[in-house]
């Protein structure tokens, strides 16, 4: 076998998620969950400041981060809205700090404040109900959870982000689906 050295600009392959394919209202709700079981959850701990916290979603490429103390254990979800958002400017007044003294605690959603779906239910789902809850719930992620079984506990299989959903569709929410079915998933 033929052997060589590296060059100086050789970079380590980064996984690339699945491309999303364009859905439909009446295309299977699963379609629209980027699927934890194959696609590296992106986390990040309660004590980096928001403007790292910012700089590691650009670098990722997504407008959400899991937040773990203990992995795989989680904490709560922190996204680009909470980062850019009112939460900033409500806890630097409640705190009395500047604005890079915020960590992503500060602004984080706690685990037990998110909006979950449950698998089975989305599994059997289409898109127009994923739209419904959106539109009910107004947040920006839903989680996916699976329950528990005899392999395991309950785990966060899979999240459904507004953004990736309308990218998807490939026009807003409300061109998408002018009067949202009143059947909500959540």
Request: charged share 25%; proline share 5%.
């Amino acid at each position: 076998m033929t052997t060589y050295r590296f060059s100086e600009d050789t970079c380590i392959q980064q996984a690339q998620p699945k491309i999303k394919n364009h859905v439909f209202m009446d295309s299977p709700a699963l379609d629209v969950m980027t699927d934890l079981s194959v696609v590296k959850a992106e986390t990040i701990d309660p004590k980096t400041s928001i403007s790292s916290a910012e700089m590691v979603m650009i670098n990722r490429g997504v407008r959400a981060l899991f937040v773990t103390t203990n992995f795989p254990c989680v904490d709560g979800l922190v996204t680009a809205t909470d980062l850019r958002g009112n939460k900033p400017i409500d806890q630097r007044h409640l705190q009395q700090v500047v604005h890079h003294e915020l960590c992503v605690k500060d602004v984080m959603t706690p685990l037990s404040g998110l909006d979950i779906i449950d698998y089975d239910e989305l599994k059997n789902a289409y898109v127009d109900r994923v739209v419904a809850t959106f539109d009910k719930l107004k947040c920006t992620h839903l989680l996916v959870v699976q329950r528990a079984r005899d392999e395991g506990p309950a785990r966060i299989r899979g999240v459904i982000s507004v953004t990736q959903l309308k990218r998807q569709l490939s026009k807003s929410l409300m061109e998408a689906y002018p009067e949202p079915p009143t059947k909500a998933l959540a």
